[in-house]
C-alpha cells in the first residue's frame, strides 16, 4: 500500500470515528449552486470518496457481503422509499430527504460492515458515540443556567419552564439524540456489573447515562424521559447487582406519587395526555387519521405530510407540523403502508439478530429498539439528518460487530 493510500485510509478510520459528533454538522446548511445541502453531507460524502479510493468497489462488495442478514430488508427499505419520493407533492424536495435519511445512511452502513473487524475504528466508534452525550448535557447545562443561545420560545426564565436545545433548534431534538444512546450505555454498564467485566473506563457508559438523562430534563421532554427511565428501571432489574438499588429508586418515586399531590398532578396529566404537549399531539394525530384514511397505502410521501394535511388541519390554533410525531404515523404519512412494514421488518430484524447473540449484545440491541420506540410514541426519532445516521450507526454497534461493546483500550487488539 503506498503511503497516499495509508494517509487515505488513516484519514478514513478517524473520519469513521468521529461520525458520531460530526452528526451537528447538519445544522451547518447552505447551497452549491441551486442546490441545498449540509456540512454533514460534505463531510459524509468525503468518507464515501475516501472510502472507495481506498478499498474501490471491492470494498462496497465486502462491506455489502458482511451485512448478511440485513441485506433484504435493506432493499426493500431502499425500493418503498423511492417509491415514496414518487408519490411526494414535491420531487426535487423530497429526493433531497431521500438522500439524508436513507441513501446516506445506508452507504455508511455499509463502511460500517467493512470495518465491523477493525477493532480500533470500532474502539473509537464506541468511545466517541458515549462521550457524545457528555458533550451535548455540557453544552444543555450551560445554556439551561444562563439562559444563552436558547431560541425562541423557549428563552424564558426557569421557574417559567425554560428548555435547553443544546447546540440543536429546539429541545426535543436534544432528548432524541440522547436517549437511545443513554439506554445503550445504560443497558453496556449494567451488563458489565452483571458479568464483573474488567476493563479500562469503567465508568464512562454510566456517566453517559447519567448526562443523557440530564440534557433530557433541561430539555424538559416528557417522551425522552420516559422512555430513559424505563429502559433504566427494566435493565436495572435485570441485573442482580443493580436491582435493589432499582426497587429503591423506584419505590421512592412511588412515594414520591402518592405524598406530593403537585407531582402525582403533573405525572398524571403527561401520561393521560391533558398537559398541552399532549393535547396538541391528541388534535394532530385525529386529523393525520383522517388524511390517511383517503391516502391509506401511499401515505403523503416523503416531505408531503404538510401540503397533503393542510386540507385535514381543523383545529387551526395548532401548527402543522413537519410529522405526525407518532412513530407509526410518521412511517406511513411519509413511505405508505408498505414503508410501515418493511420498518417493522427492520426491527424485527433487529430482534431477532439479538436473540441470537451473547447476554450483552441482547441487552443492549432492546434496550436502544425499546428508548427509539417508547419515545417515538410521541415523538420522530428517526426522519432527522444525525438521527437516520445514528440509527444505522447503532444497529452496526449492537448487531453487526460481533465482539462486546465496553469502551476498553484500542491498544489491547493490536
Not at 324 to 353: C, D, K, Q, Y
Amino acid at each position: 500500500m503506498s503511503d497516499d493510500q495509508h494517509s487515505s485510509e488513516r484519514l478514513l478510520s478517524s473520519s469513521l470515528t468521529w461520525l458520531p459528533m460530526a452528526t451537528l454538522l447538519y445544522l451547518v446548511r447552505f447551497h452549491i449552486g441551486p442546490l441545498p445541502t449540509t456540512l454533514l453531507e460534505i463531510y459524509l460524502g468525503a468518507i464515501i470518496i475516501l472510502f472507495t479510493m481506498a478499498h474501490g468497489v471491492s470494498g462496497w462488495i465486502v462491506g455489502w457481503n458482511r451485512l448478511r442478514f440485513w441485506r433484504a430488508p435493506i432493499i426493500a427499505w431502499f425500493i418503498v422509499t423511492l417509491i415514496a419520493v414518487i408519490v411526494a407533492p414535491d420531487h426535487i424536495a423530497a429526493l433531497g430527504l431521500w438522500r439524508a435519511y436513507v441513501l446516506e445512511p445506508l452507504l455508511i452502513f455499509v463502511i460500517l460492515g467493512f470495518f465491523r473487524d477493525d477493532q480500533k475504528v470500532i474502539a473509537g466508534l464506541r468511545r466517541n458515540i458515549f462521550l457524545f452525550p457528555i458533550f451535548l448535557a455540557l453544552w444543555a447545562t450551560v445554556q439551561f443556567v444562563t439562559g444563552l443561545g436558547i431560541p425562541h420560545p423557549w428563552d424564558v426564565a426557569i421557574l417559567a419552564g425554560r428548555r435547553a436545545t443544546g447546540p440543536f433548534p429546539y429541545p426535543n431534538a436534544l432528548s432524541l439524540m440522547v436517549a437511545p444512546i443513554g439506554a445503550l450505555a445504560f443497558a453496556i454498564w449494567s451488563t458489565k456489573v452483571r458479568i464483573n467485566t474488567k476493563i479500562r473506563n469503567p465508568d464512562l457508559e454510566f456517566f453517559t447515562w447519567l448526562s443523557a438523562l440530564l440534557a433530557v430534563l433541561l430539555a424538559r421532554s416528557n417522551g425522552g424521559l420516559i422512555a430513559l427511565l424505563i429502559v433504566s428501571v427494566l435493565f436495572g432489574l435485570l441485573s442482580l447487582r443493580t436491582r435493589k438499588i432499582t426497587v429503591l429508586l423506584v419505590c421512592l418515586g412511588i412515594m414520591v406519587l402518592m405524598f406530593v399531590p403537585a407531582a402525582r398532578h403533573q405525572t398524571w396529566r403527561v401520561v393521560t395526555f391533558q398537559n398541552w404537549s399532549g393535547q396538541v399531539r391528541l388534535f394532530q394525530w385525529r386529523e393525520t387519521r383522517q388524511m390517511l384514511y383517503d391516502h391509506p397505502i401511499l401515505g403523503a410521501g416523503f416531505g408531503g405530510y404538510p401540503t397533503v394535511f393542510k386540507s385535514y388541519h381543523k383545529a387551526t390554533a395548532i401548527e402543522i407540523f413537519q410529522y405526525p410525531h407518532n412513530i407509526l404515523l410518521n412511517f406511513w404519512s411519509e413511505t405508505g403502508l408498505l414503508g410501515v412494514i418493511v420498518f417493522a421488518w427492520i426491527i424485527i430484524t433487529w430482534m431477532r439478530r439479538a436473540q441470537s447473540m451473547s447476554y450483552e449484545l441482547r441487552v443492549t440491541s432492546y434496550a436502544v429498539m425499546f428508548a427509539i420506540l417508547i419515545h417515538g410514541l410521541v415523538d420522530v426519532p428517526y426522519f432527522k439528518n444525525d438521527l437516520a445516521i445514528i440509527f444505522w450507526m447503532l444497529i452496526f454497534l449492537t448487531c453487526i460487530h460481533p465482539s462486546r461493546l465496553a469502551v476498553d483500550d484500542p491498544s489491547e487488539h493490536k
